[in-house]
């Protein structure tokens, strides 16, 4: 069994861990920057519930947009170009959305706010497919699940460090906005540093045209790309799950704020439990599995976390909020009888969401030759924007027809059934694991 930590000192595969985090840390210290002034700075201390769902549910469509329109052009320059040259250029830009981000903060306008968060989006959407896709390029067979686990884990800390920094540096009253900004940038800095240490990866396959009609090239990368069965039902999963997340993700901050009373500090720990334990769970498929490429747990995984989603539900059921205008800190909040339980079954969610989609991720990867893998990510990225965006239009319809956040979770949880199913599909579709002898014909 490859050992997971020990990839991290191999120059194939740091340069990108370390850009790829940088990155994930930069997008979210932004994004919750910018969830914590409107939400508490500009909205104000008392409850604006429908108001915030909005605004989360338009800046989560807005960060998704360039995903479903652009992942099919992305996936084509990925496999036709040096995926590192296209990573540093990438990063280079990410230094002037750094900066047009930081205006909106400074002067504090929601629009060109969004516009950094749609140019940051932009970006991600070109680094997407070839996080993926390098790694079956520079790693061994037997070091690509464990890779692809590094990749989520490394993701999901980032989220942990850019959402408790953002939920840090600006306050309930909107002070700490020059510091945001700065930080930002910075990080947009040394991510473009790490980014020239990515060993080169160049294309593998002749140069074929790049098709730039983002529809026309999108339909047939789908077209191409769900014909095999196992990539099929893995984005169907992988789509199905963060159609789950999205809903989850939108009612997360209004449920903190609203109902557990939070600030935004304890908006950061729920965040970081969160994303602290997806990083386990990543890493722990991978080890249960044995580096071999499997849904054999997907079914179980997922089924578990609608569980924890369901024990979730009671705990924000029971919990009374403070009087309106009144929040607890992280202190006041872990004296609370019920607050540990809280934040066990929060990490449970989160881990049991880990192990569920990692490997799927990585069958991505083994399951076509190298030099079709980007696109294969970016079909399955332009599949997964559109149920993103189908989740948060469903989230957002439920608010306004009064169906509460708490109610939402009930629907979260019977998502997971589904989910299990399509794991399950997939589990018989490969009675054995893959190999990986696939990517080296």
């Known amino acids: 069994m490859t050992s997971t930590l020990?990839?991290?000192?191999?120059?194939?595969?740091?340069?990108?861990?370390?850009?790829?985090?940088?990155?994930?840390?930069?997008?979210?210290?932004?994004?919750?920057?910018?969830?914590?002034?409107?939400?508490?700075?500009?909205?104000?201390?008392?409850?604006?519930?429908?108001?915030?769902?909005?605004?989360?549910?338009?800046?989560?469509?807005?960060?998704?947009?360039?995903?479903?329109?652009f992942s099919a052009l992305a996936g084509q320059l990925a496999d036709n170009y040096d995926k590192a040259r296209i990573i540093r250029l990438v990063k280079t830009l990410e230094i002037a959305i750094a900066i047009i981000g930081g205006v909106g903060?400074?002067?504090?306008?929601?629009?060109?706010?969004?516009?950094?968060?749609?140019?940051?989006?932009?970006?991600?959407?070109?680094?997407?497919?070839?996080?993926?896709?390098?790694?079956?390029?520079?790693?061994?067979?037997?070091?690509?699940?464990?890779?692809?686990?590094?990749?989520?884990?490394?993701?999901?800390i980032a989220i942990l460090f850019g959402t408790v920094l953002g939920g840090l540096i600006i306050d309930?009253?909107?002070?700490?906005?020059?510091?945001?900004?700065?930080?930002?940038?910075?990080?947009?800095?040394?991510?473009?540093?790490?980014?020239?240490?990515?060993?080169?990866?160049?294309?593998?396959?002749?140069?074929?045209?790049?098709?730039?009609?983002?529809?026309?090239?999108?339909?047939?990368?789908?077209s191409a790309t769900l014909h095999v069965?196992?990539?099929?039902?893995?984005?169907?999963?992988?789509?199905?799950?963060?159609?789950?997340?999205?809903?989850?993700?939108?009612?997360?901050?209004?449920?903190?704020?609203?109902?557990?009373?939070?600030?935004?500090?304890?908006?950061?720990l729920f965040l970081g439990i969160f994303s602290i334990g997806i990083a386990i769970g990543s890493i722990l498929i991978n080890r249960l599995l044995k580096s071999k490429v499997s849904a054999r747990f997907a079914p179980v995984s997922v089924i578990a976390m609608g569980i924890f989603v369901v024990m979730f539900y009671f705990i924000v059921r029971g919990w009374t909020p403070l009087p309106v205008g009144e929040f607890f800190s992280i202190s006041t909040f872990m004296q609370e009888p019920t607050a540990w339980p809280v934040l066990l079954i929060l990490a449970g969610i989160a881990i049991t969401g880990g192990m569920f989609v990692v490997p799927l991720y990585a069958f991505l990867t083994t399951t076509?030759?190298?030099?079709?893998?980007?696109?294969?990510?970016?079909?399955?990225?332009?599949?997964?924007?559109?149920?993103?965006?189908?989740?948060?239009?469903?989230?957002?319809?439920?608010?306004?027809?009064?169906?509460?956040?708490?109610?939402?979770?009930?629907?979260?949880?019977?998502m997971c059934v589904v989910a299990a199913w399509l794991g399950q599909q997939l589990h018989l579709a490969c009675d054995d694991p893959v190999t990986g002898e696939a990517i080296r014909k």
């Not at 850009?19 to 002034?37: E, H, R």
């Not at 629009?111 to 390029?137: C, E, N, R, V």
């Not at 473009?192 to 047939?220: G, H, L, T, W, Y």
């Open 368 to 414: 076509v030759p190298i030099s079709e893998t980007a696109r294969t990510i970016a079909a399955n990225n332009v599949v997964n924007s559109g149920c993103m965006v189908i989740g948060a239009v469903l989230a957002l319809a439920l608010s306004m027809i009064g169906v509460s956040a708490a109610e939402q979770l009930l629907l979260v949880a019977a």
């Open 229 to 268: 069965r196992k990539l099929y039902l893995s984005i169907i999963a992988i789509s199905f799950f963060w159609t789950i997340g999205s809903v989850l993700i939108i009612q997360f901050q209004p449920l903190v704020k609203n109902v557990f009373s939070g600030s935004p500090e304890v908006v950061s």
């Open 105 to 156: 903060l400074f002067i504090e306008s929601e629009t060109i706010m969004l516009l950094a968060l749609f140019l940051l989006g932009l970006q991600s959407t070109f680094f997407g497919p070839i996080k993926y896709a390098i790694l079956p390029q520079h790693l061994e067979i037997d070091e690509v699940l464990a890779g692809t686990g590094l990749v989520e884990a490394g993701t999901y």
């Open 6 to 69: 020990r990839l991290l000192a191999k120059r194939k595969f740091w340069p990108l861990f370390i850009t790829q985090l940088l990155g994930a840390f930069n997008d979210n210290l932004f994004k919750f920057s910018m969830v914590i002034l409107v939400t508490y700075g500009i909205y104000g201390l008392e409850g604006a519930t429908e108001r915030e769902t909005s605004f989360n549910a338009l800046a989560s469509g807005i960060f998704i947009l360039p995903f479903f329109l």
């Open 172 to 222: 309930r009253n909107g002070h700490g906005v020059e510091l945001a900004i700065a930080a930002v940038l910075g990080v947009a800095i040394v991510g473009r540093i790490a980014a020239q240490f990515v060993p080169d990866a160049p294309s593998q396959k002749a140069m074929e045209k790049i098709d730039f009609n983002v529809f026309r090239s999108s339909f047939r990368l789908i």
